[in-house]
């Protein structure tokens, strides 16, 4: 058995002994053909069902257009190979932006996300032939409570004790406020679809404002309360969008399944014990964006500055985060089973899984079973991607992971998120994020901003 809380595991049969000496229900697939199946999506193929996650790069100028780096990942992403890619958090609005460096897409800047959006699409078709063609979708966020940077005024729902505010009284946004902002996603969203993104992401995860309404219990009013008010301002924002894009365009959200925070601040938590998902709501949920013509939803748990380990299990956490109690498998096992319901449950729904990354080189074998087993369609990986870009072409091509290039889950990356970017791999990608990350610690007095 691995030391505790750490990754020690030099062969595939070292790990499969340690999951069952845990009894967790972790299966691995030494055929990895799955991982090589095209996954159809609507009018849309994915030539195989592997995923990059949206990661925040921070590497936007001071506009919000895409920058040097921000080309130099997407090129890597491109000519490694993924089925999907899921371009990164995007401001609907300069006045949502999580910070000056984050992505803005508006009508000043189409121009720059249509190139960046070529510029992927040609590199994979150079490395891989016409046939591929890899299905990119956009998020779009409102960065909520965490806006900061010029113009922007924290956007605050209700009050929550286990979520981090920034310093100040601000106020709580309006009911008119919102249907602005159910206007400003869908404005994006119908750029994003003149641009040629294949679908566009409601973002509702990881506390951002579109999670928020979720747990909007304490809130009063059409957007809280209810199961029905504290979905309206996702379901506005679907219905608007879909009245004025072609069907083709895939109209999608990245979804928090559970939460893990006690009710009634926490969304798919059981009401008694918040260590325990319920998907009654996230599933209820589905069902009716599913009426609403939606095929694929990207599936994923936590809010990341109170339990990240439940979306980014890991050997060593950010810096003044508590290390979590349990082994990192155990939070693996557990972020497979919740999606692995919620799949079950919609079968007819392209789900998008998450937390592979802390099994290295061996997340494939993983995956490859979660498919075969129907508990997810598309295996999605985040900090893997940005570690180890070209590791679909490695798992299609060659069946096989290099040890030597995947991520080692030291939270660096999440660390430079957290003080604002740029974000890569401070251990794969040293040459370039090595002295960003310096450089950042050094300014930042080592703490935080989440």
Known sequence: MSEPGRFRYLALEELEADARARGLEIEFHRNLSALSRPAKIGVHRAPNSLAIHPIEGRDADSHGRPGRLTFRRYERYGRGGPGLIWFEGTAADATLRSGESQLLLNRENQGDFERLLIHTKKVAEEEFGPSHKPICIIQLQDAGRRRTGAGTIPGILFRNPYWYYPPGNYPILTDSEIESLEDIFAKAAVLAWRIGFDGADIKSCHGYLGSDFLAAFTRKGKYGETFEGRTRFLLNVVDKVRQQVGKGFLVTVRLNLYDGIPYPYGWGVNRDDATIPDLTEPIRLAGLLKQRGMRIISASNSIPEYNPQLIRPHDTP???????????????????????????????????????????????????????????????????????????????????????????????CSQLLAWGGPVGCVVRDKDIYGPIYRECERQKGKKGTI
């Open 318 to 412: 950010e810096m003044d985060v508590r290390p979590p109690e349990k082994h990192p498998l155990e939070w693996v096992a557990k972020a497979f089973r919740i999606v692995g319901d919620f799949q079950r449950a919609h079968p007819d729904v392209t789900v998008v899984g998450s937390a592979y990354s802390w099994l290295r080189q061996f997340f494939g074998y993983a995956g490859a079973a979660n498919l075969e087993k129907n508990r997810v369609s598309i295996v999605g990986l985040g900090r893997m991607a940005l570690a180890y870009p070209d590791f679909a072409r490695d798992l299609v091509e060659n069946e096989k992971l290099d040890s030597g290039r995947v991520c080692v889950t030291c939270s660096m």
